[in-house]
């Protein structure tokens, strides 16, 4: 499978771009531990144009991730434009255009899965994106609106034209937001159309590898992206099962790289997003506790010590603890 001239292999899993999660110490990891491609968080075009500096931080990759893309949004052509161009100065693989993120303070504002209900702005940011930058361009989107606006199959060939390179496509309408289950019956009749030469990435509900291998025979689909099954868990993409001991160094690591790149503050601020949300803590009793110090450790050294006293606990108790990711 190809995105330009980058061959990913055969079955590629991608790691989805989600803004307060895939920072540069979780999106190092988690290419080191068999991510194809990673994505930065997405950022907005309007404020990567006015020079928002937590935005234009938001651009920092680095050459241990790649391939990496960096993802932009936004509703103003020119401003998506604009922001594309200095996203290829940041020098990612590739750029992709966000149509499918359904929250409200982006879908209300008609960015995003905003997108889905003005679809000619759609492709006239998608055509003039293209245009503007060498850089493969890539879109990933939803299957429509609502149930009676499932539009994804002719959306797709429209896209393609523009001259995208890839497309991908999370299995729930905006309405859905992210509840119910994904159908990805709407993602492998794009993959089938005979009119669809581009890659095409499925996305929604893949909750382990064996979930992404049901999703490639079943779907026919080049690539899978994974989004929330990884939170706190960089290995998701590892074919070996890490031991307790692997999977809390990991973490340990991704704290280091955050403080390293970043700052000590914010990158114990991303990091502890990901404590919070890893099943490896699950086996310690009475943990909202230990949690609660996690969230509010303020140094590297003291979080650092949190974690090595869960270690202490969970290692004599590991075969008892429902620790397997």
Same mark, same amino acid.
């Given at each position: 499978?190809?995105?330009?001239?980058?061959?990913?292999?055969?079955?590629?899993?991608?790691?989805?771009?989600?803004?307060?999660?895939?920072?540069?110490?979780?999106?190092?990891?988690?290419?080191?531990?068999?991510?194809?491609?990673?994505?930065?968080?997405?950022?907005?075009?309007?404020?990567?144009?006015?020079?928002?500096?937590? @935005?234009? $931080?938001?651009?920092?990759?680095?050459?241990?991730?790649?391939?990496?893309?960096?993802?932009?949004?936004?509703?103003?052509?020119?401003?998506?434009?604009?922001?594309?161009?200095?996203?290829?100065?940041?020098?990612?693989?590739?750029?992709?255009?966000?149509?499918?993120?359904?929250?409200?303070?982006?879908?209300?504002?008609?960015?995003?899965? /905003?997108?889905?209900?003005?679809?000619?702005?759609?492709?006239?940011?998608?055509?003039?994106?293209?245009?503007?930058?060498?850089?493969?361009? @890539?879109?990933?989107?939803?299957?429509?609106? $609502?149930?009676?606006?499932?539009?994804?199959?002719?959306?797709? +060939?429209?896209?393609?034209?523009?001259?995208?390179?890839?497309?991908?496509?999370?299995?729930?309408?905006?309405?859905?937001?992210?509840?119910?289950?994904?159908?990805?019956?709407?993602?492998?009749?794009?993959?089938?159309?005979?009119?669809?030469?581009?890659?095409?990435?499925? $996305?929604?509900?893949?909750?382990?590898?064996?979930?992404?291998?049901?999703?490639?025979?079943?779907?026919?689909?080049?690539?899978?992206?994974? /989004?929330?099954? @990884?939170?706190?868990?960089?290995?998701?993409?590892?074919?070996?099962?890490?031991?307790?001991?692997?999977?809390?160094?990991?973490? +340990?690591?991704?704290?280091?790289?955050?403080? +390293?790149?970043?700052?000590?503050?914010? /990158?114990?601020?991303?990091?502890?997003?990901?404590?919070?949300?890893?099943?490896?803590?699950?086996?310690?009793? $009475?943990?909202? +506790?230990?949690?609660?110090?996690?969230?509010?450790?303020?140094?590297?050294?003291?979080?650092?010590?949190?974690?090595?006293?869960?270690?202490?606990?969970?290692?004599?108790?590991?075969?008892?603890?429902?620790?397997?990711?």
């Amino acid at each position: 499978m190809k995105i330009g001239t980058i061959d990913f292999g055969e079955r590629p899993l991608f790691l989805a771009p989600m803004e307060d999660v895939t920072d540069i110490g979780f999106r190092m990891l988690c290419k080191r531990y068999g991510a194809a491609m990673v994505y930065t968080e997405f950022v907005s075009a309007e404020a990567l144009v006015r020079d928002v500096k937590s @935005t234009v $931080n938001k651009l920092t990759i680095s050459d241990d991730e790649r391939p990496v893309g960096i993802q932009i949004y936004g509703r103003d052509v020119e401003a998506m434009v604009d922001a594309a161009k200095m996203v290829e100065q940041a020098g990612p693989d590739v750029i992709d255009l966000n149509f499918g993120c359904p929250v409200k303070k982006v879908a209300g504002k008609g960015a995003g899965a /905003g997108m889905l209900q003005n679809i000619p702005k759609m492709l006239e940011i998608t055509q003039k994106v293209v245009d503007a930058v060498r850089l493969p361009v @890539t879109v990933k989107t939803r299957l429509g609106w $609502n149930a009676e606006q499932l539009i994804i199959t002719e959306l797709a +060939e429209q896209l393609q034209q523009c001259g995208i390179k890839a497309l991908t496509i999370h299995g729930r309408t905006r309405a859905q937001m992210y509840t119910g289950e994904a159908d990805w019956t709407l993602i492998g009749e794009v993959k089938r159309n005979p009119r669809i030469h581009i890659p095409i990435i499925g $996305n929604g509900d893949i909750k382990s590898l064996d979930d992404a291998d049901r999703a490639f025979a079943t779907y026919g689909v080049d690539a899978v992206m994974v /989004g929330r099954a @990884t939170f706190g868990c960089p290995w998701f993409f590892s074919r070996r099962e890490l031991t307790l001991d692997e999977k809390i160094d990991v973490l +340990e690591e991704q704290l280091r790289i955050n403080v +390293e790149r970043i700052d000590e503050y914010r /990158g114990i601020l991303h990091t502890r997003r990901h404590l919070a949300a890893t099943p490896v803590f699950k086996g310690i009793p $009475n943990f909202r +506790e230990t949690r609660i110090r996690m969230l509010r450790a303020e140094k590297q050294d003291e979080l650092v010590a949190i974690l090595e006293q869960c270690r202490d606990y969970l290692r004599p108790h590991a075969g008892q603890s429902p620790l397997a990711m």
